[in-house]
Protein backbone atom coordinates (compact mmCIF):
# COMPACT_ATOMS: atom_id res chain seq x y z
CA UNK A 1 0.00 0.00 0.00
CA UNK A 2 1.48 3.66 -0.81
CA UNK A 3 1.93 5.71 2.00
CA UNK A 4 -0.44 8.83 2.42
CA UNK A 5 1.35 11.42 4.08
CA UNK A 6 -0.11 15.29 5.07
CA UNK A 7 1.54 18.23 5.50
CA UNK A 8 -0.03 20.66 7.88
CA UNK A 9 1.41 24.16 7.44
CA UNK A 10 -0.21 27.25 9.86
CA UNK A 11 -0.94 30.39 7.30
CA UNK A 12 1.19 33.04 8.82
CA UNK A 13 1.31 31.57 12.01
CA UNK A 14 2.25 34.72 14.21
CA UNK A 15 0.09 37.33 12.86
CA UNK A 16 -2.87 34.76 12.62
CA UNK A 17 -1.92 33.29 16.33
CA UNK A 18 -1.66 37.34 17.50
CA UNK A 19 -4.93 37.88 16.03
CA UNK A 20 -6.75 35.21 17.58
CA UNK A 21 -5.27 36.43 20.60
CA UNK A 22 -5.63 39.67 20.37
CA UNK A 23 -10.20 38.77 19.72
CA UNK A 24 -10.11 36.86 22.33
CA UNK A 25 -8.56 39.58 24.43
CA UNK A 26 -11.78 41.95 23.19
CA UNK A 27 -10.06 43.71 19.96
CA UNK A 28 -13.34 44.46 17.80
CA UNK A 29 -11.25 44.15 14.95
CA UNK A 30 -9.01 41.21 13.56
CA UNK A 31 -5.17 42.54 12.47
CA UNK A 32 -5.17 39.94 9.70
CA UNK A 33 -7.19 42.23 7.58
CA UNK A 34 -5.52 45.99 8.39
CA UNK A 35 -2.19 47.32 8.00
CA UNK A 36 0.05 45.05 10.81
CA UNK A 37 3.10 43.24 11.45
CA UNK A 38 4.77 41.63 13.83
CA UNK A 39 7.97 42.83 14.80
CA UNK A 40 10.89 43.81 17.29
CA UNK A 41 11.24 47.14 19.10
CA UNK A 42 10.80 50.12 16.34
CA UNK A 43 12.12 52.73 18.48
CA UNK A 44 15.46 51.40 18.68
CA UNK A 45 15.35 51.23 14.95
CA UNK A 46 16.86 47.30 15.17
CA UNK A 47 13.68 45.55 14.87
CA UNK A 48 12.66 43.57 11.38
CA UNK A 49 9.15 42.03 10.19
CA UNK A 50 9.26 38.83 11.46
CA UNK A 51 5.30 38.40 10.04
CA UNK A 52 3.12 40.78 7.78
CA UNK A 53 -0.81 40.90 6.90
CA UNK A 54 -2.19 40.68 3.63
CA UNK A 55 -2.20 44.42 3.59
CA UNK A 56 0.72 45.18 4.69
CA UNK A 57 2.17 43.43 1.65
CA UNK A 58 -0.18 45.05 -0.87
CA UNK A 59 2.03 47.92 0.78
CA UNK A 60 5.49 46.45 -0.69
CA UNK A 61 6.65 45.35 3.27
CA UNK A 62 8.25 42.35 3.22
CA UNK A 63 9.40 39.86 5.77
CA UNK A 64 13.05 40.83 7.21
CA UNK A 65 12.47 44.21 6.57
CA UNK A 66 13.37 46.90 9.13
CA UNK A 67 10.37 48.38 11.23
CA UNK A 68 12.00 51.58 10.07
CA UNK A 69 11.80 50.47 6.60
CA UNK A 70 8.26 49.27 7.09
CA UNK A 71 6.66 52.30 8.47
CA UNK A 72 8.15 54.45 5.37
CA UNK A 73 6.28 52.20 3.23
CA UNK A 74 3.50 52.32 5.20
CA UNK A 75 2.44 54.82 7.72
CA UNK A 76 -0.13 53.66 8.99
CA UNK A 77 1.28 50.67 9.87
CA UNK A 78 0.46 49.03 13.40
CA UNK A 79 3.38 46.74 14.83
CA UNK A 80 3.17 43.66 17.41
CA UNK A 81 5.42 42.32 19.28
CA UNK A 82 5.89 38.76 19.29
CA UNK A 83 4.48 36.92 22.26
CA UNK A 84 7.19 33.42 21.36
CA UNK A 85 5.06 31.81 25.03
CA UNK A 86 1.63 32.28 23.21
CA UNK A 87 3.00 30.66 19.91
CA UNK A 88 4.21 27.96 21.57
CA UNK A 89 0.42 27.39 23.26
CA UNK A 90 -0.90 27.65 20.31
CA UNK A 91 1.29 25.25 18.57
CA UNK A 92 0.60 22.88 20.74
CA UNK A 93 -2.84 22.69 21.22
CA UNK A 94 -3.00 22.77 17.39
CA UNK A 95 -0.62 19.25 17.36
CA UNK A 96 -2.59 18.33 20.66
CA UNK A 97 -5.85 18.06 18.61
CA UNK A 98 -3.74 16.31 15.11
CA UNK A 99 -2.42 13.78 17.74
CA UNK A 100 -6.80 12.68 18.74
CA UNK A 101 -6.14 11.32 14.62
CA UNK A 102 -3.43 9.50 15.21
CA UNK A 103 -0.38 9.63 16.84
CA UNK A 104 1.71 9.04 13.57
CA UNK A 105 2.66 12.70 13.42
CA UNK A 106 6.16 14.29 13.35
CA UNK A 107 6.57 17.87 14.46
CA UNK A 108 8.39 19.53 11.91
CA UNK A 109 8.82 23.39 13.64
CA UNK A 110 6.46 25.66 15.67
CA UNK A 111 3.70 26.06 12.64
CA UNK A 112 4.25 22.57 10.87
CA UNK A 113 3.70 19.22 11.00
CA UNK A 114 3.77 16.04 9.22
CA UNK A 115 0.31 13.30 9.24
CA UNK A 116 0.64 9.36 8.02
CA UNK A 117 -3.04 9.01 6.92
CA UNK A 118 -1.85 5.41 6.00
CA UNK A 119 -2.73 3.54 8.69
CA UNK A 120 -6.02 5.30 9.22
CA UNK A 121 -7.79 6.19 5.95
CA UNK A 122 -10.39 3.01 6.77
CA UNK A 123 -11.04 4.82 9.70
CA UNK A 124 -11.57 8.42 8.42
CA UNK A 125 -12.24 7.78 4.27
CA UNK A 126 -10.57 9.55 1.55
CA UNK A 127 -7.73 11.74 2.55
CA UNK A 128 -8.87 14.48 0.46
CA UNK A 129 -12.31 14.63 1.83
CA UNK A 130 -10.76 14.55 5.37
CA UNK A 131 -8.67 16.99 4.82
CA UNK A 132 -11.15 19.53 3.54
CA UNK A 133 -12.70 18.41 6.95
CA UNK A 134 -9.71 19.09 8.91
CA UNK A 135 -8.51 22.81 7.47
CA UNK A 136 -12.32 23.64 8.08
CA UNK A 137 -12.28 22.02 11.85
CA UNK A 138 -9.08 23.64 12.78
CA UNK A 139 -10.36 27.24 11.60
CA UNK A 140 -13.99 26.65 13.48
CA UNK A 141 -11.93 25.00 17.06
CA UNK A 142 -9.02 27.49 16.74
CA UNK A 143 -9.81 30.49 14.33
CA UNK A 144 -6.91 30.23 12.15
CA UNK A 145 -6.73 28.39 8.46
CA UNK A 146 -4.08 26.04 7.71
CA UNK A 147 -2.51 25.02 4.09
CA UNK A 148 -2.80 20.73 3.91
CA UNK A 149 -0.68 19.36 0.72
CA UNK A 150 -1.19 15.58 0.31
CA UNK A 151 1.12 12.78 -0.95
CA UNK A 152 2.69 9.70 -1.08
CA UNK A 153 6.17 10.68 0.60
CA UNK A 154 6.77 14.01 3.25
CA UNK A 155 9.12 15.79 0.33
CA UNK A 156 5.58 15.76 -2.14
CA UNK A 157 3.66 16.89 0.73
CA UNK A 158 5.54 19.24 1.91
CA UNK A 159 5.43 21.00 -1.82
CA UNK A 160 2.32 20.01 -1.90
CA UNK A 161 0.81 22.41 0.93
CA UNK A 162 3.02 25.58 -0.77
CA UNK A 163 1.45 26.00 -3.97
CA UNK A 164 -1.37 28.21 -3.44
CA UNK A 165 -2.42 29.82 0.28
CA UNK A 166 -3.88 30.37 1.99
CA UNK A 167 -6.84 28.25 3.40
CA UNK A 168 -6.32 25.31 0.85
CA UNK A 169 -5.62 21.75 -0.24
CA UNK A 170 -3.49 20.43 -2.64
CA UNK A 171 -2.24 17.00 -3.87
CA UNK A 172 1.24 16.14 -5.23
CA UNK A 173 0.63 12.04 -5.84
CA UNK A 174 3.41 10.21 -7.88
CA UNK A 175 1.50 10.38 -10.84
CA UNK A 176 1.00 14.13 -10.35
CA UNK A 177 5.06 15.07 -10.15
CA UNK A 178 5.61 16.13 -13.96
CA UNK A 179 2.38 17.73 -14.03
CA UNK A 180 2.72 19.58 -11.29
CA UNK A 181 6.13 19.58 -10.01
CA UNK A 182 8.26 19.86 -12.59
CA UNK A 183 7.54 23.45 -14.43
CA UNK A 184 8.17 24.90 -11.33
CA UNK A 185 11.15 27.57 -10.57
CA UNK A 186 14.54 25.23 -9.26
CA UNK A 187 14.48 27.34 -6.32
CA UNK A 188 10.70 26.44 -5.40
CA UNK A 189 12.09 23.00 -4.67
CA UNK A 190 12.15 22.07 -0.85
CA UNK A 191 15.93 21.80 0.47
CA UNK A 192 17.27 24.17 -2.34
CA UNK A 193 18.73 27.11 -0.72
CA UNK A 194 19.59 30.44 -2.27
CA UNK A 195 23.05 29.34 -3.36
CA UNK A 196 22.72 26.20 -4.63
CA UNK A 197 20.01 27.71 -6.34
CA UNK A 198 22.35 30.20 -7.77
CA UNK A 199 24.59 27.67 -8.88
CA UNK A 200 21.92 25.26 -10.70
CA UNK A 201 20.93 28.36 -12.23
CA UNK A 202 24.48 28.88 -13.59
CA UNK A 203 24.75 25.60 -15.16
CA UNK A 204 21.50 26.31 -17.26
CA UNK A 205 19.32 24.10 -14.73
CA UNK A 206 16.28 26.79 -14.05
CA UNK A 207 13.01 24.47 -13.27
CA UNK A 208 12.51 21.14 -10.92
CA UNK A 209 12.48 19.35 -14.36
CA UNK A 210 15.92 20.33 -15.76
CA UNK A 211 17.34 18.92 -12.20
CA UNK A 212 15.19 15.69 -12.69
CA UNK A 213 16.74 14.91 -15.95
CA UNK A 214 20.27 16.01 -15.33
CA UNK A 215 22.97 13.25 -15.29
CA UNK A 216 24.37 12.77 -11.67
CA UNK A 217 27.86 12.26 -12.83
CA UNK A 218 27.75 15.53 -14.51
CA UNK A 219 26.45 17.07 -11.01
CA UNK A 220 28.82 15.28 -8.71
CA UNK A 221 31.70 17.14 -10.11
CA UNK A 222 29.74 20.64 -8.57
CA UNK A 223 27.96 19.04 -5.41
CA UNK A 224 29.65 16.02 -4.71
CA UNK A 225 27.76 13.54 -2.62
CA UNK A 226 24.63 16.02 -2.88
CA UNK A 227 23.96 15.47 -5.94
CA UNK A 228 22.26 11.93 -6.18
CA UNK A 229 19.80 13.51 -3.35
CA UNK A 230 19.45 16.82 -5.38
CA UNK A 231 17.82 15.17 -8.45
CA UNK A 232 15.81 12.49 -6.35
CA UNK A 233 13.95 14.96 -4.52
CA UNK A 234 13.52 16.66 -7.92
CA UNK A 235 11.79 13.85 -9.51
CA UNK A 236 9.81 13.48 -6.37
CA UNK A 237 11.46 10.34 -4.22
CA UNK A 238 11.47 10.58 -1.00
CA UNK A 239 11.75 7.38 1.46
CA UNK A 240 12.05 9.11 4.92
CA UNK A 241 9.70 8.22 7.14
CA UNK A 242 7.04 10.57 9.35
CA UNK A 243 8.99 10.00 13.76
CA UNK A 244 6.69 10.57 15.94
CA UNK A 245 7.63 11.23 19.02
CA UNK A 246 6.23 10.56 22.35
CA UNK A 247 6.21 13.80 24.99
CA UNK A 248 8.20 12.34 27.76
CA UNK A 249 7.62 14.24 30.98
CA UNK A 250 11.26 13.26 32.41
CA UNK A 251 12.29 15.73 29.70
CA UNK A 252 12.27 19.07 27.87
CA UNK A 253 13.11 20.16 24.53
CA UNK A 254 13.09 22.66 21.71
CA UNK A 255 13.88 22.48 18.04
CA UNK A 256 14.19 25.38 15.43
CA UNK A 257 13.85 24.05 11.48
CA UNK A 258 16.11 27.08 9.67
CA UNK A 259 14.82 28.94 7.12
CA UNK A 260 17.98 27.86 5.22
CA UNK A 261 21.07 25.37 5.44
CA UNK A 262 23.33 26.90 7.71
CA UNK A 263 26.90 25.95 7.76
CA UNK A 264 28.07 28.72 10.43
CA UNK A 265 29.27 27.12 13.49
CA UNK A 266 28.70 30.83 14.93
CA UNK A 267 25.22 31.09 13.76
CA UNK A 268 24.96 27.26 15.45
CA UNK A 269 25.77 28.82 18.57
CA UNK A 270 23.02 31.45 18.11
CA UNK A 271 20.36 29.08 17.76
CA UNK A 272 22.10 27.25 20.76
CA UNK A 273 21.48 30.46 22.78
CA UNK A 274 18.15 31.28 21.80
CA UNK A 275 16.94 27.14 22.94
CA UNK A 276 19.14 27.27 26.31
CA UNK A 277 17.29 30.32 27.14
CA UNK A 278 13.15 28.48 26.13
CA UNK A 279 14.45 25.21 27.80
CA UNK A 280 16.14 26.68 30.88
CA UNK A 281 13.06 28.75 31.89
CA UNK A 282 10.50 26.19 31.43
CA UNK A 283 12.97 24.03 33.38
CA UNK A 284 12.63 26.54 36.48
CA UNK A 285 9.16 26.61 36.10
CA UNK A 286 8.79 23.19 36.56
CA UNK A 287 10.84 23.83 39.39
CA UNK A 288 13.44 21.32 38.10
CA UNK A 289 17.16 20.51 36.80
CA UNK A 290 18.91 18.14 34.44
CA UNK A 291 21.55 15.81 34.34
CA UNK A 292 21.71 15.35 30.73
CA UNK A 293 21.88 17.71 28.02
CA UNK A 294 21.11 16.31 24.31
CA UNK A 295 22.33 19.00 21.34
CA UNK A 296 20.28 17.77 17.70
CA UNK A 297 20.90 18.17 14.32
CA UNK A 298 19.26 17.34 11.27
CA UNK A 299 21.00 18.16 8.14
CA UNK A 300 19.77 18.97 4.61
CA UNK A 301 19.52 15.29 3.87
CA UNK A 302 17.05 15.17 6.59
CA UNK A 303 19.33 12.38 8.63
CA UNK A 304 19.02 12.90 12.35
CA UNK A 305 22.10 12.72 14.74
CA UNK A 306 22.38 13.79 18.21
CA UNK A 307 24.66 13.87 21.14
CA UNK A 308 24.71 13.96 24.80
CA UNK A 309 26.40 15.23 27.88
CA UNK A 310 26.03 14.21 31.58
CA UNK A 311 26.91 16.70 34.30
CA UNK A 312 27.42 15.43 37.55
CA UNK A 313 25.47 18.49 38.84
CA UNK A 314 21.80 18.65 37.61
CA UNK A 315 21.38 22.33 36.93
CA UNK A 316 18.55 25.17 35.61
CA UNK A 317 21.06 27.84 35.03
CA UNK A 318 20.57 29.03 31.14
CA UNK A 319 24.48 30.15 30.98
CA UNK A 320 25.25 26.67 32.09
CA UNK A 321 23.46 25.10 29.58
CA UNK A 322 24.44 27.38 26.71
CA UNK A 323 27.67 26.35 27.30
CA UNK A 324 27.88 22.89 27.30
CA UNK A 325 25.68 22.60 24.59
CA UNK A 326 28.34 24.10 22.63
CA UNK A 327 30.76 21.68 23.77
CA UNK A 328 28.18 19.00 22.37
CA UNK A 329 28.32 21.08 19.30
CA UNK A 330 31.53 21.16 18.96
CA UNK A 331 32.10 17.57 19.30
CA UNK A 332 29.55 16.01 17.00
CA UNK A 333 29.62 19.19 14.24
CA UNK A 334 31.40 17.75 10.76
CA UNK A 335 30.35 21.56 8.96
CA UNK A 336 27.62 18.97 6.45
CA UNK A 337 24.49 21.70 6.22
CA UNK A 338 21.97 21.54 8.85
CA UNK A 339 18.50 22.45 8.44
CA UNK A 340 17.47 21.87 12.20
CA UNK A 341 18.76 21.99 15.69
CA UNK A 342 17.34 21.34 19.30
CA UNK A 343 17.88 20.68 22.42
CA UNK A 344 16.96 18.25 25.08
CA UNK A 345 17.44 18.33 28.61
CA UNK A 346 17.49 14.62 29.91
CA UNK A 347 17.38 13.28 33.68
CA UNK A 348 15.25 15.46 35.16
CA UNK A 349 15.62 15.55 39.43
CA UNK A 350 13.60 17.59 41.99
CA UNK A 351 16.57 18.53 44.12
CA UNK A 352 20.36 19.00 43.57
CA UNK A 353 23.09 17.75 46.08
CA UNK A 354 25.49 20.09 45.09
CA UNK A 355 29.03 19.19 44.90
CA UNK A 356 31.41 21.95 44.02
CA UNK A 357 34.45 21.26 42.08
CA UNK A 358 37.63 22.54 43.00
CA UNK A 359 38.17 25.05 40.00
CA UNK A 360 34.66 26.51 40.76
CA UNK A 361 33.63 29.34 42.32
CA UNK A 362 30.37 28.92 44.32
CA UNK A 363 29.29 32.72 44.15
CA UNK A 364 29.44 33.20 40.43
CA UNK A 365 27.08 30.13 40.54
CA UNK A 366 24.92 31.72 42.71
CA UNK A 367 24.51 35.08 41.06
CA UNK A 368 23.84 33.06 37.76
CA UNK A 369 21.22 32.03 39.34
CA UNK A 370 19.93 34.61 41.32
CA UNK A 371 19.57 36.66 37.73
CA UNK A 372 18.21 33.69 36.09
CA UNK A 373 15.60 33.93 38.42
CA UNK A 374 15.11 37.68 38.58
CA UNK A 375 14.93 37.46 34.83
CA UNK A 376 11.90 34.99 34.34
CA UNK A 377 9.92 37.36 37.12
CA UNK A 378 10.41 39.97 34.76
CA UNK A 379 9.44 38.44 31.92
CA UNK A 380 6.72 36.49 33.55
CA UNK A 381 5.05 40.32 34.60
CA UNK A 382 6.25 42.18 31.40
CA UNK A 383 6.89 39.80 28.66
CA UNK A 384 9.74 37.40 27.25
CA UNK A 385 11.59 40.30 25.72
CA UNK A 386 11.65 42.63 28.33
CA UNK A 387 15.48 42.39 28.77
CA UNK A 388 17.87 39.84 28.22
CA UNK A 389 21.56 39.61 29.80
CA UNK A 390 24.28 41.48 29.08
CA UNK A 391 26.01 38.26 27.25
CA UNK A 392 23.21 37.42 25.05
CA UNK A 393 23.35 38.26 21.43
CA UNK A 394 20.17 39.09 19.95
CA UNK A 395 19.62 36.27 17.39
CA UNK A 396 18.38 38.26 14.32
CA UNK A 397 21.66 40.50 15.23
CA UNK A 398 23.58 37.24 14.80
CA UNK A 399 22.04 36.49 11.93
CA UNK A 400 22.69 39.40 10.21
CA UNK A 401 26.29 39.83 11.08
CA UNK A 402 27.16 36.60 9.25
CA UNK A 403 24.60 36.64 6.51
Given at each position: ?209 D??N ?33 L ?50 K ?56 Q?S??E ?36 D ?6
Amino acid sequence: MKRIIFHIDVNNAFLSWTAVELLEQGYTYDIRNSYAVIGGDEAARKGIVLAKSMPAKKMGIKTADTLFSARRKCPALRIYKPNYKMYQEKSNALFSYLQTFTPDIEIASIDECYLDYTSVRNLYGDAVSFAYKLKDDIYTKFGFTVNIGIANNKLCAKMASDFEKPNKVHTLWEEEVKEKMYPLSIGDLFGIGKKTCEKLEKLNIHTIADLANTDVVYLSKYFKNQAVHMIESAQGFDESPVVSEVLDPTSISNEITLSQDITNKTILYSYLDALSSQVALRLRRQGKYAHVVVVILKDFKFRRKQHQKKIMNATNITKEIFEISKEILDEMYDETPVRLIGLRLDGLVDVVNYQPSLFEDIDDRIQDETVDTLLDTLQDKYGIDVIQKGSKIPLKDTLKKHK
